[in-house]
């Protein structure tokens, strides 16, 4: 007789997927640029350096199909409208110019919600920067 150890049956892989409400976060972190903004006089006409930081929940419907760039949120796409944004004709309000950055992330219907930050980093000599947050959540 030999003593042969048990062999388990293998069990199958357990199916990883997103759950009812899967959500992936796209974000981008410390975009840099110069804009038109602000309400004072020194303000007019001139760039001035802002902060824009953006997370965004993105439906998730698993693994992007065919590992291609064209089945997810892509986060080159988004920099590149916000740079435009950016670019673009004087705008008085930093909380302007998030609604402004929110409303151009929920174009993909992919996008469920968005956090803006939005930071002027030469308003005080004493402080890295100021400015404003916001959260949006796309409404079904």
Do not use: W
């Amino acid at each position: 007789m030999t003593n042969s150890p048990t062999v388990q049956p293998l069990r199958p892989e357990p199916a990883i997927g997103p759950g009812p409400d899967g959500i992936r976060r796209v974000f981008v972190r410390d975009l840099v640029a110069a804009c038109f903004l602000g309400i004072h006089g020194h303000e007019k006409g001139s760039r001035q350096r802002v902060r824009v930081n953006l997370d965004l929940g993105v439906r998730d419907d698993g693994p992007p199909r065919d590992d291609s760039i064209h089945n997810v949120v892509c986060y080159e796409d988004i920099a590149e409208g916000v740079r435009k944004l950016l670019a673009g004709p004087h705008v008085n309000l930093v909380e302007t110019l998030a609604e402004n950055i929110a409303r151009f992330c929920f174009e993909d219907s992919r996008v469920l919600s968005v956090r803006v930050r939005v930071e002027k980093l030469d308003v005080f000599a004493d402080a890295a920067g100021a400015g404003i947050e916001i959260e949006r959540v796309r409404r079904s």
